[in-house]
């Protein structure tokens, strides 16, 4: 049995796998309006848009904020390969979500304000990226932690298991 807790204050998740606990160093910064970093003033705004994803894993044309990994106990569903730079080589998906503004766009096609009105947004999970920053899932600091970590969620898979990750303030 494996099960996964990390507070969202901390640089280590722990690990809990039947009698072994082992860390992972981690961290979930995210680029928004609440600390100045998305948009960035030399990129093309346009392209700093973040877009929400429905719960079938859909890219939508909804303008949003990322947010930082959701608080609550979520099941990880799933374990995909990936080659882009950002989630290689392995992503760790679950099923978390949570809602948030959809933004106004202005004409130049960047952030302009939040709309009023609320979208769910899933996807997120772990993985190791080279950026310094996520969307909002989890970045585990070295490759070798994650291959461990996918290691073990793939086992629980094989054993008719569901991981759990729980994830608190």
Known sequence: MIYIQWSQHDRQMKIIED??????????VVRNELNGWR?????DPADEIVRAITE??????????????????????SVEDRHDKYRKPFLILTDAFQELDEWELTPEGGYDKPSGLKVKDY???I??????????????????????????CCREFDQGETPVIEVVT
């Open 127 to 152: 993985h190791f990226s080279e950026s310094s920053t996520t969307q909002g899932c989890i970045k585990v600091h070295e490759i070798g932690d994650l291959v461990r970590l996918v290691q073990s």
């Open 123 to 125: 996807q997120y999970g």
């Open 19 to 28: 009698d072994t606990v082992w860390y992972a160093t981690v961290s979930c």
């Open 56 to 77: 079938e894993n859909i890219l939508t044309d909804i303008p949003v904020m990322p947010r930082p990994f959701p608080v609550g106990k979520w099941e990880i569903t």
């Open 39 to 43: 948009p960035l003033p030399y990129k």
